[in-house]
């Protein structure tokens, strides 16, 4: 029930498409829901984050889909450039709780052929 | 304002050494958590420290792994006797308040064990 579900494992897109990436997790009192980005050898930098209040975010070419009663999320990310090329994690947390411990999905590794 | 801040960045160990993990957060923030991401997985939750108290260490193995964040000086993830099984790659998170809000990673420590 604590588990996030991330694909595809891996992703190549040609420069200019639109790289998908989706989530679903199980846990309802999930209430946050980030998507971050790593490069090789750095850490983990957060990218867009979604609340389950709103369907959709939009910052710039990435954009969070949320689908509440389908308990599944996706990240879009347009016009996709070589230098997006790293690994997408999906992550969730329950704000109600006195943690807000993320519970990652396993990872998406995005190649964007020039 | 700096990042969060972990050293060293790389660590090798030979089997049954003790390894030593050091994080500095951001400044003003006061909520400190260890991730760690084996080969080829994504992050998994270790433990949520506030200065001087331990949250929560659900994720933390019951052996040999402990944590602390005292009143002054960094958050220290100590590993004793270490076995090939701890090699990974751990991050500290640092968040500026409890709940399900931003955590800021920083560039990780890769532990390798001989």
């Known amino acids: ?114 | 304002n700096a990042g969060v801040m972990q050293n060293p960045r790389h660590l090798v160990r030979r089997r049954g050494q003790e390894a030593r993990l050091r994080c500095s957060p951001m400044k003003g923030h006061s909520h400190v958590y260890w991730y760690r991401q084996l080969p080829e997985e994504g992050l998994k939750f270790m433990v949520y420290l506030q200065k001087e108290n331990i949250i929560d260490e659900s994720g933390m193995p019951k052996e040999r792994f402990s944590a602390e964040f005292p009143k002054e000086g960094p958050s220290i993830l100590r590993i004793q006797q270490v076995v090939r099984g701890d090699s990974a790659a751990y991050f500290c998170a640092s968040s500026p308040q409890t709940g399900a809000g931003t955590q800021y990673f920083g560039p990780g420590t890769r532990l390798l064990v001989l």
């Open chain 1, 1 to 114: 029930q604590q588990q996030v579900k991330q694909s595809p494992q891996s992703l190549i897109v040609q420069k200019g498409g639109i790289s998908i990436i989706n989530c679903a997790y199980e846990n309802t009192a999930f209430d946050y829901f980030p998507w971050y980005q790593q490069f090789p050898g750095k850490g983990p930098a957060l990218l867009i984050a979604i609340r389950p209040d709103v369907s959709e975010k939009k910052e710039g070419r990435f954009t969070i889909s949320f689908n509440k009663s389908a308990k599944q999320f996706s990240l879009h990310i347009m016009d996709s450039q070589p230098g997006d090329s790293a690994t997408y994690f999906c992550a969730a947390s329950k704000g109600s709780s006195n943690t807000g411990k993320l519970i990652f999905g396993q990872g998406t590794t995005l190649q964007v052929k020039p």
